[in-house]
Antibody
Framework: EVQLLESGGGLVQPGGSLRLSCAAS????????MNWVRQAPGKGLEWVSG????????HYADSVKGRFTISRDNSKNTLYLQMNSLRAGDTAVYYC??????????????WGQGTLVTVSS | EIVLTQSPATLSVSPGERATLSCRAS??????LAWYQHKPGQAPRLLIY???TRVTGIPARFSGSGSGTEFTLSISSVQSEDFAVYYC????????FGQGTKVEVK
């Protein structure tokens, strides 16, 4: 059974940093692209970033480019999102999502339950 | 970047009724369109990909159709467990979500 478990969310001040993790199990992690998607309070889903199965290719939404870094450790079956220079507008539930292929830019067939990030002073 | 517009924002239906959700794209693209169901506090659930291919295990009352700029998700007979928010997503080396349609009890 595919399982994705996000962690690392919490309360952080504007300008601060946070690193999210997503522990994956139930599939061969290195063979599939992964993504981070967020949902701000009362809003819809917004794609944040994606990474290929090998980790060689990464993509970012314009809203986070230069501030967020996606990475993965295929030996630990874990996806990461390093978030720097956080703003109030980054407040959201962050989901990790698995693609059915190794290259990013596809739909996602499994999602985690999400972790809440709150940016506030 | 393709912008997806979903309508209506809220759809009020009674159990057993048919629900039709629309997703319109700002420009024509391939049929790389997916539909997700999202309930509060839960992980989003993939229902349809490739505009019309239903995921294994998804009830047959869910169907997707369309091409070009107009796509539709239909629920033939809404059940109590179907009340949720539904998102369309375009994927083609990039991602774009619609703003969602909430299906609520009438």
């Amino acid at each position: 059974e595919v399982q994705l478990l996000e962690s690392g969310g919490g309360l952080v001040q504007p300008g601060g940093s946070l690193r999210l993790s997503c522990a994956a199990s139930g599939f061969t992690f290195r063979n599939f692209a992964m993504n981070w998607v967020r949902q701000a309070p009362g809003k819809g889903l917004e794609w944040v970033s994606g990474i290929s199965g090998s980790g060689d290719n990464t993509h970012y939404a314009d809203s986070v480019k230069g501030r967020f870094t996606i990475s993965r450790d295929n030996s630990k079956n874990t996806l990461y999102l390093q978030m720097n220079s956080l703003r109030a507008g980054d407040t959201a539930v962050y989901y990790c999502a698995k693609d059915p292929v190794s290259w990013s830019g596809y739909y996602s067939d499994y999602w985690g339950q999400g972790t809440l990030v709150t940016v506030s002073s | 970047e393709i912008v997806l517009t979903q309508s209506p924002a809220t759809l009020s239906v009674s159990p057993g009724e048919r629900a039709t959700l629309s997703c319109r794209a700002s420009q024509s693209f391939s049929s790389n369109l997916a539909w997700y169901q999202h309930k509060p506090g839960q992980a989003p659930r993939l229902l349809i990909y490739g505009a019309s291919t239903r995921v294994t295990g998804i009830p047959a009352r869910f169907s997707g159709s369309g091409s070009g700029t107009e796509f539709t998700l239909s629920i033939s007979s809404v059940q109590s467990e179907d009340f949720a928010v539904y998102y369309c997503q375009a994927y083609n080396n990039w991602w774009s979500f619609g703003q969602g349609t909430k299906v609520e009890v009438k």
